[in-house]
T-cell receptor
Framework: DAGVIQSPRHEVTEMGQEVTLRCKPI?????LFWYRQTMMRGLELLIY????????DSGMPEDRFSAKMPNASFSTLKIQPSEPRDSAVYFC??????????????FGEGSWLTVV | GDSVTQMEGPVTLSEEAFLTINCTYT??????LFWYVQYPGEGLQLLLK?????DKGSNKGFEATYRKETTSFHLEKGSVQVSDSAVYFCALAPGSQGNLIFGKGTKLSVKP
């Protein structure tokens, strides 16, 4: 079974440009998560969805960030306009029933974003 | 709110040494607890988990016991290998929510 698939794996962009990160969760999973990883702040939950509906977006840093899940097999995280401090690794993850009762959350390999 | 605290790294050990990475948590109710591992350039993957007090999770020679009385879930391995070099994250699942709360991670380097 294919895992969580993220694209692009690496992106270098100029400040002010729009960045779109994409995620395909594992088929059948009803939870989808977006995390951001930096050296300074560690692993931060940005937003998560259940059945395509955003449940908690309190981790989204500011209005420049937006996330959508138009269907069960696709999600996007968009940054517009991008800034150098957005440079990080962005992970998408999915799960069946989330982490309830010890269910495993499966991570993609990450999208490495550099904003110059 | 719920949180996870794990020991600061980096941790550097020689091959075959004993490993302990401390993890304590603060949570309401009875969360499930996890250890995830991140190898260089990869995403996180589940290493082991425990869903109730006194449960022991184990995998690949690693073990951790859910200690409710000390709110801890320390990771141990009796004899580490170079291939264990990675970043280890302790995490908890808060109550009825579906997400995970992670600690800051501990980088382990094992020297031959």
């Amino acid at each position: 079974d294919a895992g969580v698939i993220q694209s692009p794996r690496h992106e270098v962009t100029e400040m002010g440009q729009e960045v779109t990160l994409r995620c395909k969760p594992i088929s059948g999973h009803d939870y989808l998560f977006w995390y951001r990883q930096t050296m300074m702040r560690g692993l931060e939950l940005l937003i998560y969805f259940n059945n395509n509906v955003p449940i908690d977006d309190s981790g989204m840093p500011e209005d420049r960030f937006s996330a959508k899940m138009p269907n069960a097999s696709f999600s996007t995280l968009k940054i517009q306009p991008s800034e150098p401090r957005d440079s990080a690794v962005y992970f998408c993850a999915s799960s069946s029933q989330g982490s309830k009762a010890g269910n495993t959350i499966y991570f993609g390999e990450g999208s490495w974003l550099t904003v110059v | 709110g719920d949180s996870v605290t794990q020991m600061e790294g980096p941790v550097t050990l020689s091959e075959e040494a004993f490993l302990t990475i401390n993890c304590t948590y603060t949570a309401t109710g009875y969360p499930s607890l996890f250890w995830y591992v991140q190898y260089p350039g990869e995403g996180l993957q589940l290493l082991l988990k425990a869903t109730k007090a006194d449960d022991k999770g184990s995998n690949k020679g690693f073990e951790a016991t859910y200690r409710k009385e000390t709110t801890s879930f320390h990771l141990e391995k009796g004899s580490v290998q170079v291939s264990d070099s990675a970043v280890y994250f302790c995490a908890l699942a808060p109550g009825s929510q579906g997400n995970l709360i992670f600690g800051k991670g501990t980088k382990l380097s094992v020297k031959p």
